[in-house]
């Protein structure tokens, strides 16, 4: 968390990118010395909060990609807030996947550190298991998945509900038919990837459709990619609503790259082991 200075020249930044230190000091005279300021800049640079161009008097700054990405947010003082009077970004930016995130690090040292560590420690949990261990590991993600999905999408079942409903079919007392449907769809199209592991890898936008097919099988959803404008209750964002421009979109993830450690592994059971391995760290 950063000092009040500190915060108020990052506040400066965002509303005037590539300011030199004398620019920001002039705006903030009368709250923060110029000597100060200089201090501040430099310590904002060594944690990567800001990023610098030019040299010497000619230095301007601006906020880092990724302090944009990761800067901290009172939730809590946020939704005070008319939805009016929040500072949001109201639309989907198309830079992000090819040159914001590809060139942020999500990750500071020692939290990279921490994600190994976990990685190492799952690795010895799970060599140990039977395969029948295994495999019922296999279903309490299927089940926690599917409801913590579900949950996402308004879904009422609670957990306890949704281990009956996918492990004995057991229907909740009260709770509306397409709620089932929808948990019974997440369990199926997770035993189809785990099933079909080479349908999913490289991920592509036609297997991301299919995919899409079976979570929305009987719910009145249409299937594919959407052709219309869709709004979201309690925010003045947009989401894309052109196909073209989200096919786009959605070829920038390059879903080959990321799984590519997993192209050359033939073997259902590990990839089985990827897909629980990231729901563990996740």
Do not use: C
């Not at 921490?114 to 590991?137: D, M």
């Amino acid at each position: 968390m950063q000092g009040k200075n500190a915060n108020l020249i990052l506040d400066y930044l965002k509303d005037h990118p590539l300011s030199s230190s004398k620019s920001i000091h002039n705006a903030l005279s009368e709250k923060v010395a110029y000597a100060t300021v200089k201090r501040i800049l430099s310590n904002l640079s060594t944690q990567g909060v800001v990023v610098s161009e030019g040299k010497s008097k000619a230095t301007k700054y601006s906020v880092s990609a990724s302090y944009e990405l990761l800067q901290p947010l009172n939730v809590e003082e946020y939704f005070k807030q008319e939805i009016d009077e929040r500072q949001i970004k109201d639309g989907f930016n198309l830079k992000l996947i090819t040159e914001v995130l590809r060139n942020v690090k999500l990750f500071n040292d020692d939290e990279d550190q921490y994600l190994k560590e976990l990685h190492r420690q799952f690795r010895e949990n799970i060599a140990t298991l039977t395969p029948a261990a295994y495999s019922k590991e296999l279903e309490r993600l299927a089940i926690d998945l599917s409801w913590k999905s579900s949950q996402i999408e308004g879904n009422t079942y609670s957990l306890l509900e949704t281990e009956r409903l996918l492990k004995e079919q057991e229907t909740a007392e009260g709770k509306p038919k397409d709620d089932a449907t929808m948990l019974l769809n997440h369990k199926e199209a997770i035993n189809f990837i785990v099933a079909h592991p080479d349908y999913v890898v490289p991920l592509t936008i036609r297997s991301i459709e299919d995919i899409h097919s079976l979570l929305i099988k009987d719910l009145g959803v249409d299937r594919n990619i959407r052709h219309r404008r869709v709004g979201i209750s309690g925010t003045n964002y947009k989401p894309l609503d052109n196909e073209h421009q989200i096919r786009e979109a959605l070829n920038d993830l390059n879903f080959a790259r990321i799984f590519r450690s997993s192209r050359n592994n033939a073997s259902s059971h590990n990839f089985k082991e990827q897909v629980y391995d990231t729901y563990l760290i996740s």
